[in-house]
């Protein structure tokens, strides 16, 4: 059984992780209906489903790791399956990222009206959401750890989009949002736009960088569970950076609220109410 010591290590360590991360979407999922109890209706849901398929994704993660160290432990033959909990981690975390990203899409079109780049970007989500609907359908027809190859041009399909999908995404945000900046002549104006280009890149950023190391290590190796691991955290990533947007708007509202009224002004709540 020390053969397996490495792939089940790796997502013992990534749901460990993932459970942390978790514990904050919590908080922030109860201090965005503390904040925010007369909020839109689909904001609401928005919020309620991304938290939802992410608990659902956390359980499959549990379930992944519980079935071959506790359940099947020392049965060489059911260890080296691949049971319901991957398909459905698989299917649930891409929910997560297709509703979250879909937002953003939606926030930048707000801010840009640039139909083509929007397009472009849903493309590149849709293109991401089939290749995780086709890796979980294929390791579910083929469940030996042995026949993980049979997912390889899935898994880079979907792995090589997430990580285009969540660098360009915060890439147009910033793009911009920049521009706009450069388009305003008043300095406190120019201040208030910089804090939502901040926010962009802090969690915009995030999600990048795990969906780019999951790449890179399932390039560097395919066969190891190292890129699963860094998939656990990408579901809750994605709705702290969902959560994060909603939040800070009583921050940006009361910057705005506190300054003379002016068109630079007016500009700045706009980019700030837009972005969330």
Do not use: H
């Not at 049971?83 to 975390?93: E, G, H, K, R």
């Not at 640039?114 to 590149?124: D, H």
């Not at 390791?139 to 285009?164: C, G, H, M, P």
């Not at 890129?227 to 800070?248: D, E, G, H, Q, R």
């Amino acid at each position: 059984m020390a053969a397996y010591n490495d792939p089940l290590g790796s997502i013992l360590i990534g749901s460990s992780l993932s459970s942390m991360l978790y514990g904050l979407v919590l908080t922030q999922a109860y201090e965005y209906f503390l904040l925010y109890p007369t909020d839109v209706m689909y904001r609401k849901s928005l919020v309620l489903s991304t938290v939802f398929f992410c608990t659902v994704a956390l359980v499959a993660e549990y379930a992944n790791v519980y079935l071959p160290t506790v359940t099947f432990w020392r049965d060489t033959e059911k260890v080296q399956k691949q049971y319901w909990p991957v398909p459905l981690f698989v299917t649930t975390s891409t929910f997560v990222g297709v509703l979250v990203n879909s937002f953003l899409i939606s926030r930048f079109y707000s801010l840009s009206k640039n139909l083509w780049i929007s397009f472009l970007l849903s493309l590149l989500l849709v293109t991401g959401f089939a290749g995780s609907f086709m890796v979980a359908i294929t390791l579910q027809e083929f469940s030996l750890y042995t026949s993980r190859d049979k997912a390889n041009t899935a898994a880079l399909v979907w792995t090589i989009s997430t990580a285009a999908t969540d660098s360009c995404i915060a890439g147009a945000l910033i793009w911009q949002l920049l521009s706009m900046k450069s388009c305003c002549l008043l300095k406190d104006t120019r201040s208030l736009i910089k804090r939502p280009i901040i926010r962009t890149v802090q969690t915009g950023s995030t999600t990048s960088v795990v969906a780019i190391i999951t790449l890179v290590s399932y390039l560097k190796n395919d066969s190891n569970s190292v890129p699963t691991a860094c998939n656990f955290l990408i579901a809750p990533l994605y709705v702290l950076t969902l959560l994060s947007n909603f939040n800070l708007r009583r921050r940006d509202t009361i910057s705005v609220s506190g300054r003379s009224a002016s068109e630079g002004n007016a500009v700045a709540s706009l980019v700030s109410t837009r972005l969330a």
